[in-house]
């Protein structure tokens, strides 16, 4: 491993509509806990903007992806998803997240991980997080990856190459079931949720049952407080029911607000992360809400117009819409697959805080923190 003098070698990449940094497993510590205290450090968690590290100071900026050559039968790559907290020293090994996911197949050929074969690489991919595959195509030309492309996705601007991820039997990667309660509805605080784990857990509630259209914009229920701590109670109630652990500290399972899609796609999603509104979707929240619209008896199934499989579910979001395609592989898994694409930004080293700059934050630090979080709610223009 590099030393701290010297800079851990890093890419910042982007994935979808999220970015962060991506390590090789080789120049990170082994220990677990060695290796956390080091992300903490490098993106500058316990501040609400992480001025003293590489983070964005958004849970959609401040995610790390440690890839490494795979040993398991059938991969080429192991990835290994962290959500690093922005305001808290913690981070989160429980989820997958599918937007880094997008950028795990470039970043390996890149590193010499995987050699490129043609027009389109197929790289197959083992998620440590939940113990699925995932395979990716990745355009790629000259032995290279190719960026340039014609593909836009919603809440990124411009175009890039399509990437095409496939979702292999996504269900039950940290609970174990599609359903893990073994119900299609349950009751909690009073109205009606549907307890799902399909590519990431999740607890769906209808909209009109909060009060809602479904159609607000992100910083409007951001600014909700009652929302928000209810859909906070909601989940931590529903992760009990699911056999999460310890869900105040982790970010599943994540709420999603349904409704029906007033533009004519399959239905509309507000999905939390878990305390704030994403702007779009993330890659495996629209994995598991297209699952859920062909699965009889949920909530996405109630809303949504009828789907069978071989299916394609278009989930509508505030950035735009996001579309996935459900079939059947020959073994008879579901697979899910999508459209994302990816970017390399930089590369180089990126180093630890000095001892003294970790070490306290001051005695007026919770009134910043206090003051960051209402100005970043409140969309004011630096």
């Not at 979702?167 to 119900?183: E, K, R």
């Not at 009606?192 to 259209?213: S, Y």
């Not at 906070?232 to 029911?241: D, F, P």
């Not at 001051?362 to 100005?375: C, H």
Request: proline share 6%.
């Amino acid at each position: 491993m590099t030393n701290d003098l010297q800079g851990i070698p890093c890419v910042l990449m982007r994935g979808g509509t999220s970015k962060g940094p991506f390590f090789l497993g080789s120049d990170l510590p082994q220990d677990a806990d060695a290796r956390n205290d080091m992300l903490l450090s490098i993106m500058g968690s316990g501040h609400p903007l992480q001025i003293n590290g590489i983070g964005g100071g958004h849970p959609l900026t401040s995610k790390v992806a440690i890839v490494s050559p795979s040993t398991r039968p059938g991969a080429d790559v192991d990835y290994q998803f962290i959500q690093v907290q922005v305001l808290d020293k913690a981070v989160d090994l429980t989820p997958n997240c599918g937007n880094m996911l997008a950028a795990v197949g470039p970043f390996a050929i890149e590193a010499g991980l995987v050699a490129a074969t043609g027009d389109n690489t197929c790289i197959h991919i083992f998620n440590i997080n939940t113990g699925k595959y995932i395979d990716a195509w990745v355009p790629t030309a000259n032995g290279g990856v190719r960026y340039e492309g014609d593909a836009g996705i919603g809440g990124v601007p411009g175009t890039a190459a399509p990437i095409v991820l496939t979702f292999v039997d996504a269900a039950g990667g940290v609970t174990g079931s599609l359903l893990p309660t073994g119900n299609a509805i349950d009751e909690i605080d009073g109205i009606p949720v549907t307890c799902l784990d399909c590519a990431i857990p999740m607890v769906l509630i209808h909209a009109e049952d909060l009060g809602l259209t479904g159609g607000e914009n992100p910083a409007d229920l951001d600014e909700n407080r009652e929302l928000i701590e209810r859909l906070q109670r909601i989940r931590i109630l529903a992760a009990a029911r699911m056999k999460i652990d310890h869900a105040e500290e982790k970010v599943v399972p994540k709420p999603v607000i349904l409704s029906r899609s007033t533009d004519g796609w399959t239905i509309r999603a507000r999905y939390f992360m878990p305390w704030q509104c994403h702007l779009a979707i993330a890659t495996t929240g629209a994995v598991g809400i297209a699952t859920a619209c062909a699965t009889e008896g949920t909530i996405a199934w109630r809303i949504a117009d009828p789907v069978s499989i071989p299916a394609r579910v278009t989930v509508e979001h505030p950035s735009g819409r996001f579309e996935v395609a459900l079939s059947y592989d020959d073994k008879g898994d579901l697979m899910a697959g999508v459209l994302r694409t990816a970017r390399r930004l930089f590369e180089g080293r990126v180093f630890l805080q000095p001892p003294s700059a970790a070490a306290g934050q001051g005695e007026d630090f919770d009134l910043i923190r206090k003051n960051a979080v209402q100005l970043a709610e409140s969309e004011v223009e630096l």
